[in-house]
């Protein structure tokens, strides 16, 4: 505040809860301090104890120890050997390099695409010599998140000899349909230890309280690494008392998701494409310009966090993020308010850069466009949801042209098979690099594999199909978001439509087709 003459300012830059302790918490802090002319129970068994109950494990598959990052470290200690290969995608979570090089680990790193993981590269770089996979999910700095069949390719890959290490500090804050709960996911996997942390959503990030979930064997192993007595008393009686507060705390992190969604679209509509974010913060890929750009901003009052390729931004309250946003549309996107002898990469002649230039999502309209699809997209599954325990007694009008009616076992089959199949489609337009011809790409009406799933699926319980229709749609909308200027221009070639860009795609294969189906639904509902 003193340097850029402010009077007021809000940190956004360290993914901390906005909202203070939770009730209960500092009177259980300050009652514990009473006692601290003696140590604490250096195992924590009784928060360990705790919460191995809440999530459904037994006592020895937890270790509690000072934070995530605390644990990640006795990991390393543990399990890497000098040489020995760690893998991980970058940019990710900075303690991983540091971990590594502390163990005098072989740092492989795989690249990100569309600032998510690169899954293929990923498994590409795991071999029968690595020793430990690194996984945030969701990742920090960019804040999107593997779903349920990319996190298994991912721990099939590995050999018995790796350990997977999938670190969810940000959990609590997932909305994604498809994105896995680690621990539920792969509790009896034998080579998977999976992090948790109080910092974020139980706002405890002053005290560091984390947990592993892992077999007993990489338990022991890591506890033996444990600095005697790291998980201090007041932490310990903090954690406590914030596991009584399960409901204030879903409460809290439905504001910072509302919130999330929420400035993600403002930010959209203003021309800045930002990834999914399934964490408590957003990422800015400004590129080259994250710096500049996380300066300006600290200039306006708001602290961000500049990084390799981007800013992140934490969720803040709905005032602060409302702060954030104006302070981001007063950045000039010419960068005419810059200081050039400030930043290295200005000149002595000429103009200083757009701040936005060579942001790594879409821009512009096509980022606007990305916000109504994913509005349109959210209006679809909640139009869908409202049938699941809806009677449905009569049938659908034929398609124009045709005879066949369906009835409603048959519109819920159909919506459900049809998802992951356009959803690969659209992999496949993306997949290719450069193509002077548009990509062929989808299917016709009487596909004999289309009909025999969808009759197939007459028989399965609607809530089954919804499960599955909101997971494909989670992944479509991820993609969205996430998508670039380039990707948008991408066409690909249907059998009979013919050529098509990814909006005609979308209006008649994806979100078009949920909506369609909706109505449907909507057309043939009544009472019992």
Known sequence: MAEHGLASAIKLASNESPFGPLPGVTEAVTAALAGINRYADHTAGEVAERFAERVGVTRDRVAVGPGSGGLLEQLALAFVEPGDPVVYPWPSFIAYPQFTRLAAGAEHTTPLVRNA????????????????????????????????ADLRRVVDAVPETCLV????????????????????????????????TLSK???????????MVADPAVVDAVNACAIPFGVNMAGQAAALAAFEQGDEVMCRCA?????????AQELRRRGLGVPDSQANFWWLPAGTHSVALATELERRGVVTRPLSGGVRVTVGTPDENDRFIAALDDVPGDGSRLVRSEY???????????????????TGERA??????????????????????????????????????????????????????????????????????????????RDSGRIAAIDAGRHQDPAHHLDTVERSADRLGALLAGMTDEDWARTGRHETLGVMDLDAQLTHFHVGHYEEHAAQLDSIAGTS
Request: charged fraction near 25%.
């Open 117 to 148: 993981f690169d899954v293929d590269a990923l498994v590409d770089a795991i071999d029968e010599r690595t020793r430990m996979v690194l996984i945030a999910n969701p990742n920090n700095p960019t804040s999107t998140a593997l779903r349920t």
């Open 368 to 445: 606007d466009n990305a916000a109504q699809w994913l509005d349109r997209l959210d209006a679809a599954m909640q139009r869908l949801r409202a049938h699941l325990d809806v009677p449905h007694p009569g049938r659908t009008a034929p398609v124009p042209g045709e005879e066949e009616t369906w009835d409603a076992s048959q519109v819920w089959a159909h919506v459900a098979e049809f998802g992951d199949f356009w959803l690969d489609q659209v992999g496949v337009i993306l997949a290719i690099e450069s193509s002077a011809d548009p990509v062929p790409f989808g299917r016709t009406r």
């Open 344 to 362: 290295p990469w200005s000149s002595e002649t000429g103009d200083a850069p757009d701040l936005f230039d060579g942001w790594a999502s879409a």
């Open 201 to 211: 959503a139980y706002g405890l990030a002053g005290l560091r309280i984390g947990f």
């Open 255 to 263: 504001v910072i998701t509302s919130e999330r969604s929420r400035v």
């Open 165 to 196: 290490v999938i670190d969810e500090a940000y959990r609590e804050f997932v909305t994604g349909a498809d994105v896995p709960d680690a621990i539920a996911e792969f509790v009896d996997r034998p080579n998977v230890a999976v992090l948790r």
